[in-house]
């Protein structure tokens, strides 16, 4: 998909600088910087023990079926979620 980005001219200037410096063109680094903006700005899902833990709103007291904080937290951690 094709659509137009305005840029200050002290913007367009550095990114011409860059171009120069690193051999991508505009429009790579451009598309390169949106992609790992969004990568790190998504919104993330929760990490699946969480979302286990609950989709049973009220779970039987006498099972052992309590989530362990750090256990969660650990593994969405490895999944990359920032809290």
């Known amino acids: 998909m094709n659509f137009s980005v305005h840029f200050d001219d002290a913007t367009v200037e550095r990114l011409n600088k860059a171009v120069e410096r ?5 429009n790579r680094i451009i598309v390169k910087a949106v ?3 969004l990568e ?5 899902d929760w990490p699946e023990a969480l979302k286990s833990h609950f989709r ?3 779970p ?5 079926d309590s989530l ?3 256990a969660w937290r650990s593994e969405s951690t490895a ?5």
């Open 40 to 44: 790190r700005n998504e919104e993330k």
């Open 68 to 70: 362990e904080a750090k």
């Open 60 to 64: 039987d007291q006498t099972a052992n």
């Open 79 to 83: 999944e990359g979620v920032r809290w």
């Open 22 to 26: 690193v051999d991508l063109t505009r």
């Open 35 to 37: 992609q790992e903006w």
């Open 56 to 58: 049973n709103p009220a």
